[in-house]
């Protein structure tokens, strides 16, 4: 009897004081992600029977048609192990997933295409920060790469992962390169990572002038720096900024260094970053910051939020590309004060009728 009254009275207060030492912004996501599943052995059950039974299956995709919400409920309850705040999201994380379900992202399929917004970059009347396209093509084996000048890039239009970087195209494996971007052409984007806006967009393969590096004194990357600025109804908040990305790590795999700054002041942010055992350089102050700002607030109006990517070297600007759903709107890199800090900007629309 003694025995149960004390377990009744110590337990919960014994679970609470546990969740909260796991949550602190000390350990790691996997280790996070074990304790989780530890405190919610119902929810780690659902994540298998996910994992092994529904995702990347038939159904699977027939679910992100057609009930877009209870797949990104199952989804969100496998990685995190929790159920989707839909009544109250707070975070950047939950409001970029909120707005992908219950708002219309007609816009986002066609900004998104890395094709088709060049059109809209072009409107904004931006035309000068654009790579030079040279073509665009529906099957990779139907590139014309003798018309193709000795460097450039090739990328799909409806995906992440897949640009390939030719630096010289005498030494191209021609062969190699149009299997690769096959590959990808074949696969519908948008369905394993749950972006229902991807999924509508036509795959196909560009080939676009190659933006080169920026190295200046006292840094490098093995790529050009790309700032990845979010904007709040239309104003900048932040540069997340990557560099040394590599084509092993794709798009953004473990050799790419994510970097935040603050946009105005140009003051590195690593206190609200996630990532374990990072070394990060020191990223100079681009030239034309100021610019820059201007460019993507005006291409993010009127969106609650956007990602606005842009590439500056030696002051010269050129447009990256639109994203509406970073990380598929489960971006681990940030610190959960930064999540919250970042979403309580967000002002969320009114959900679609």
Not at 58 to 72: G, H, I, R, S
Not at 230 to 254: H, M, N, P, T, W
């Amino acid at each position: 009897m003694v025995v149960s009254f004390f377990f009744f009275i110590f337990a919960p207060k014994c679970y609470y004081c546990y969740f909260k030492v796991v949550e602190m912004e000390l350990f790691s996501y996997k280790f996070k992600m074990r304790a989780r599943s530890f405190l919610h052995p119902i929810r780690s059950l659902k994540a298998l029977y996910f994992i092994h039974y529904v995702e990347n299956t038939d159904k699977w995709k027939e679910l992100v048609d057609t009930n877009p919400k209870k797949a990104f409920e199952m989804k969100w309850n496998r990685f995190y192990r929790r159920k989707f705040p839909w009544k109250n999201p707070r975070t950047l994380n939950e409001k970029v997933t909120w707005m992908a379900v219950m708002t219309d992202t007609s816009k986002w399929t066609e900004y998104t295409d890395k094709y088709e917004v060049r059109k809209h970059i072009e409107d904004l009347g931006f035309k000068d920060i654009l790579t030079d396209c040279y073509g665009v093509w529906d099957r990779a084996e139907d590139i014309d790469f003798e018309k193709l000048p000795e460097k450039f890039v090739l990328k799909c239009t409806h995906d992440c992962g897949s640009t390939v970087i030719i630096r010289d195209k005498s030494k191209m494996n021609k062969k190699e390169v149009i299997d690769f971007l096959q590959r990808h052409l074949d696969v519908r984007y948008g369905y394993a990572s749950c972006e229902p806006h991807y999924t509508l967009i036509k795959p196909r393969v560009m080939a676009e002038s190659l933006i080169e590096m920026d190295d200046s004194e006292g840094f490098s990357s093995m790529t050009a720096v790309d700032h990845k600025i979010r904007c709040i109804d239309g104003k900048a908040q932040y540069d997340f900024v990557c560099y040394d990305r590599s084509l092993e790590s794709g798009s953004g795999g473990s050799k790419t260094v994510y970097d935040l700054y603050d946009i105005h002041t140009w003051q590195p942010m690593h206190q609200y970053l996630a990532d374990p055992g990072v070394v990060y350089k020191n990223v100079p102050r681009p030239e034309k910051l100021e610019e820059m700002i201007r460019i993507a607030e005006k291409i993010s109006q009127g969106f609650p939020q956007v990602r606005v990517d842009l590439y500056n070297v030696h002051g010269k600007i050129y447009f990256g590309e639109m994203t509406f759903t970073a990380f598929s709107g489960m971006n681990n890199h940030f610190t959960n004060e930064f999540h919250r800090m970042i979403g309580d900007r967000i002002h969320l629309p009114e959900p679609k009728k």
